[in-house]
């Protein structure tokens, strides 16, 4: 059974920085794309950041140049860098990573930005 399991939110002051990883486990073959996804109360899950195997990546146009999304496809991990944070980047953030074909998610972390 794949799990990914998301560490790293917390509460930080406006422009603070955090450092979101994600790591699968289990039965795991290959793994595609993987991202993240952020829903803030009250809003739509949106896309924050996405990354092939082959390490392309894109962004929403809200965190470019403030978030970096990396990842070590030999500990089957994705991490997301977020500096300069604001507080409407405050959200619960979901790991989803494509995994034998499957979209898999996490239960989500919480990341809160003061102002």
């Known amino acids: 059974q794949v799990q990914l399991v998301e560490s790293g939110g917390g509460l930080v002051q406006a422009g603070g920085s955090l450092r979101l990883s994600c790591a699968a486990s289990?039965?795991?073959?290959?793994?595609?794309?993987m991202a993240w996804y952020r829903q803030a109360p009250g809003n739509q899950r949106e896309l924050v950041a996405r990354?092939?195997?082959?390490?392309?990546?894109n962004y929403a146009d809200s965190v470019k140049g403030r978030f970096t999304i990396s990842r070590d496809n030999a500990k089957n991990t994705v991490s997301l860098q977020m500096n300069s944070l604001k507080p409407e980047d405050t959200a619960v953030y979901y790991c989803?990573?494509?995994?034998?074909?499957?979209?898999?998610w996490g239960k989500g972390t919480l990341v809160t930005v003061s102002a």
């Open positions: 990354i092939t195997n082959g390490g392309s990546t």
């Open positions: 989803d990573a494509v995994i034998d074909y499957v979209s898999h």
């Open positions: 289990g039965r795991i073959f290959s793994i595609n794309t």
